[in-house]
Each structure stands twice: as C-alpha cells, then as structure tokens.
C-alpha cells in the first residue's frame, strides 16, 4: 500500500509517500525514524496488521515548514530520510 | 386602556444544511438464525452510522447526525437500529469503530482507520471490480485505490481545509438558503455552465458566492459554480493516485448529484451504482471487518462487549 501523507494547498502539493509493501522489509530497523532531525516518523501497527513507518500526525498537516531543513536551501545534498530508507519506500512530491 | 406587548420573538430559523436521517432493516431476514452478528460503527465529524451485519450479509443500518461528543453519538447510532429490530449490544459478537471519533466508542473492541473500511464497504456496496473510491466526507475528502478483495493500495487524504467536504456544501446551502437536498438538481438549471468559484478554501468560496449574488446572478448559478469548484478539487486528489475503472463514491456528497455528475465529467467515467446509502461504507466495511476477525476467531457465543 502507497501511504501519502500531507495536503494540497494554495502554495503547492506537500505529500511524503511511503510504500507499505517495501517498508515491512526493511533490512536496518527503520533508520527513518533515527535519522529525521525533527523526529517525524514512526512505527505503527496498520490496518493489515504490519508494522510500517508513518508520519506523526501533528506533523502532516504541516510538511511544507517541517521538511525545510533537510531541503537543499537547508544545506542538505539529499533528504536523510529517503537516504536512509534502504528499501526505497519514501518518497518526496515536492 | 393597557398597550399589548408583543413577546419578542426572533423569527424561526430554517436549517437549510440539514439532511435526511434514515434506518433501515432487511425484513426479510431473521438475525436470531444468523451464527455471527457483528456491528460496525462510524463515528464522522458530521454525521454517525450504525451497520448491522448477519453471517457477512448487510442486515441493517442507522444514519444520523454526529451530536456534541463521539460516545453519545456511537451509542444513539448503534440504539436507532437495534429497537428497530429488538436486538441489544448482547447478541452482537463483535463491535469495530471507525472514522474520526473510533478511539472514543465505548463498546467497540477494535478500531480501524475508516480508510480500510470505506475500501471494504465500497467492495461490498459497488462490487470486486471496484478499483477507484472517492470518499467526501464530512470534513476531509479521499482518494482510495484497492484491490478486488478490497484492501487499500494507495491512499490519498486531504484534510487540511473543509473546501471539497460535505461541510462546505451544508455552508453554502445555509448561505443560499436552499435545502441541501435541492442543491445537487437546481445546479443543473442553468442556462450557461458557469465558471468554479474558489476551490481552495470554503471561507473564500462563500465570500466569493456572496460577491457573485450581489452581481446578480441567480442562486442556481451559484450553486453550480460551487458543485463545479467542489468537484475541480477532488478530481486533483484522485488524478494523484490514478483513476481506474470501476469508480465509486461513498459519503455524503455521493448523493449530491451536482458533485457527481460533474466528477463524472471531467474525469469521463460514470460512477458505479448501489442500492444502498452512500454513507453507510465505512461502518459497512467496519462490519465486514469484525466479521472476518470472529470468523478468523471461530468464535460461537457473543463476546462480551468492551466496557
């Protein structure tokens, strides 16, 4: 299952996709949830019972702020999170 | 000679936003003969529902408006159409919550986030082929793709703003004063289609209609502009995750045929049929669920409801 969290407003589209399915087979313990300076990501039980990461939902409502940091203009290369998702399962729209 | 003092009375006000409750029961069934009973409950930000299901059968259901707190709503839901049928929380054997207030259901033994269970209503309601469900709720809207057995494949969820949402279109009906009912055939009594107002925020939206009246146009072209704005925005939503034939909608703007038809339009696919409520799918699929999680169980006496 193809995840996505965050919204659509005025300035643009805002969404981090996570793909459940690449997620349960995570070979290094969820790094996502190590790596994000701001701690958005966690470990959660979902509907189909697998244990999979997801954003927290205090922060989904504001992704365009939280993620700036870890943006290129935020001296970032590359995003921790999608660096450390070894399986590939994150991913930015914007 | 005593002057009379009329009592001052503020005149009546009409709620034009509100919308038809409704219950129903298969008569044709007896839930005494049925070896599982399970009861799905949907606690949204505006309306609640109650769905009663026998042996995996749809066997009635409860439709009413969510009140001032979620237990007390779960609760007038799941009363509504156990009376109608003589059945108390003792005969179910296993209750599943969802929707926004699903933690706050005081006798539900599991909840389920009502993504998963409109995907599994919708399945049930529209058929396997179902590929594609727009869900509008009350005050988010989503894009939900799944599989034919109806699990969820990809999800997309836009509750930032209440622009899109069934509380948008009870704004506008009360702004208009036009029973909400009316909306969806009055938008189609233009002479010209018009352009869509705002879709990016309800308060713009209202604003902008007010301008509009104020122009002059008439309160159906108005209402058209808004079912056009409405569905621009949720088309975007479902072209993010792929539209793909069947295509249902469930929530209360399903039966808002302003909305529907011209979903239908832009996106050139006609929505699939039911013949049952189009609100009733995630308590539906909540129902379905328990069922299956019983089934699983082997269970043969009713489980004592969660305190």
Same mark, same amino acid.
């Given at each position: 299952?193809?995840a996505?969290y +965050?919204?659509?407003?005025?300035?643009?589209?805002y969404?981090?996709?996570?793909?459940t399915?690449?997620?349960i !087979?995570?070979?290094?313990d969820?790094?996502?949830t190590?790596?994000? @300076?701001?701690?958005m990501?966690?470990?959660?039980?979902?509907?189909?019972?697998?244990?999979v990461?997801?954003?927290?939902?205090?922060?989904?409502?504001?992704?365009a702020?939280?993620?700036t940091?870890c *943006?290129p203009?935020?001296?970032?290369a590359?995003? @921790?999170?999608?660096?450390?998702?070894t399986? +590939?399962a994150?991913k930015?729209?914007? | 000679m005593?002057a009379?003092?009329q @009592?001052n009375?503020a005149?009546?006000?009409k709620?034009?936003?509100?919308?038809a409750?409704?219950t129903?029961?298969?008569e044709?069934k007896?839930?005494r =003969?049925?070896k599982i009973l399970?009861?799905?409950i949907?606690v949204?930000?505006?309306?609640?529902q109650a769905?009663l299901v026998?042996?995996?059968?749809?066997y009635?259901?409860n439709?009413?408006?969510?009140?001032?707190?979620?237990p007390?709503? =779960?609760?007038?839901? #799941?009363?509504g159409?156990?009376? *109608?049928?003589?059945?108390?929380?003792?005969n179910i054997?296993f209750?599943?919550?969802?929707?926004y207030?699903?933690? &706050?259901v @005081?006798f539900?033994h599991?909840?389920?986030t009502?993504?998963?269970?409109?995907a599994?209503?919708a &399945?049930?309601?529209?058929?396997?082929?179902?590929?594609?469900? #727009?869900d509008?709720?009350?005050?988010?809207c989503?894009?939900?793709h799944?599989?034919?057995?109806? *699990?969820v494949?990809?999800f997309?969820?836009?509750d930032k703003?209440?622009?899109?949402?069934?509380?948008?279109m009870e704004?506008?009906?009360?702004? #208009?004063q036009?029973p909400?009912?009316?909306?969806?055939?009055?938008?189609?009594?233009v002479d010209?289609e018009?352009a869509?107002?705002?879709?990016?925020?309800?308060v713009?939206a209202?604003?902008?209609a007010?301008?509009?009246?104020?122009?002059g146009w008439?309160k159906?072209?108005v209402?058209?502009?808004?079912? !056009?704005?409405m569905a621009e925005?949720?088309?975007?939503?479902l072209e993010?995750?792929?539209?793909?034939k069947e295509?249902?909608?469930t929530?209360?703007? +399903?039966?808002n045929?302003?909305?529907v038809?011209?979903i239908?339009?832009?996106?050139?696919?006609?929505?699939?049929?039911?013949?049952?409520d189009? !609100?009733?799918a995630?308590a #539906?699929?909540?129902a379905?669920?328990a069922?299956t999680?019983?089934?699983?169980?082997? =269970?043969?006496?009713?489980? *004592?409801? =969660?305190?």
């Amino acid at each position: 299952m193809i995840a996505n969290y +965050g919204y659509k407003d005025g300035s643009g589209e805002y969404y981090i996709a996570i793909d459940t399915d690449q997620c349960i !087979q995570c070979p290094v313990d969820h790094a996502c949830t190590k790596v994000c @300076p701001k701690g958005m990501f966690e470990i959660i039980t979902d509907d189909y019972d697998d244990n999979v990461a997801a954003i927290k939902q205090a922060h989904r409502r504001a992704l365009a702020y939280e993620c700036t940091v870890c *943006k290129p203009a935020g001296g970032y290369a590359r995003l @921790p999170c999608t660096t450390a998702c070894t399986p +590939g399962a994150i991913k930015h729209s914007w | 000679m005593s002057a009379v003092i009329q @009592p001052n009375t503020a005149p009546e006000k009409k709620e034009y936003w509100r919308w038809a409750e409704n219950t129903w029961v298969d008569e044709t069934k007896d839930w005494r =003969a049925a070896k599982i009973l399970t009861c799905g409950i949907d606690v949204g930000s505006v309306s609640s529902q109650a769905v009663l299901v026998c042996d995996g059968e749809l066997y009635g259901f409860n439709n009413m408006r969510t009140g001032n707190n979620s237990p007390d709503s =779960a609760n007038n839901a #799941l009363k509504g159409v156990m009376d *109608k049928c003589g059945m108390s929380l003792d005969n179910i054997h296993f209750v599943v919550g969802t929707g926004y207030g699903r933690v &706050n259901v @005081p006798f539900a033994h599991k909840a389920i986030t009502e993504i998963a269970c409109h995907a599994r209503g919708a &399945n049930y309601m529209g058929g396997r082929g179902i590929r594609t469900i #727009l869900d509008m709720g009350g005050q988010d809207c989503k894009a939900i793709h799944c599989d034919e057995k109806g *699990k969820v494949t990809n999800f997309l969820m836009n509750d930032k703003c209440a622009a899109g949402t069934g509380r948008g279109m009870e704004v506008i009906a009360d702004l #208009l004063q036009i029973p909400i009912s009316e909306l969806g055939p009055r938008s189609f009594d233009v002479d010209v289609e018009p352009a869509a107002v705002s879709s990016v925020c309800v308060v713009f939206a209202k604003s902008e209609a007010l301008g509009l009246l104020k122009s002059g146009w008439t309160k159906n072209k108005v209402v058209a502009a808004y079912c !056009q704005a409405m569905a621009e925005r949720v088309v975007s939503l479902l072209e993010r995750i792929g539209v793909e034939k069947e295509f249902f909608i469930t929530g209360g703007i +399903g039966k808002n045929a302003g909305v529907v038809k011209r979903i239908e339009r832009i996106l050139k696919i006609e929505t699939a049929q039911t013949k049952y409520d189009s !609100q009733i799918a995630g308590a #539906l699929g909540a129902a379905l669920f328990a069922n299956t999680l019983v089934t699983k169980q082997g =269970a043969s006496a009713p489980i *004592k409801a =969660a305190a």
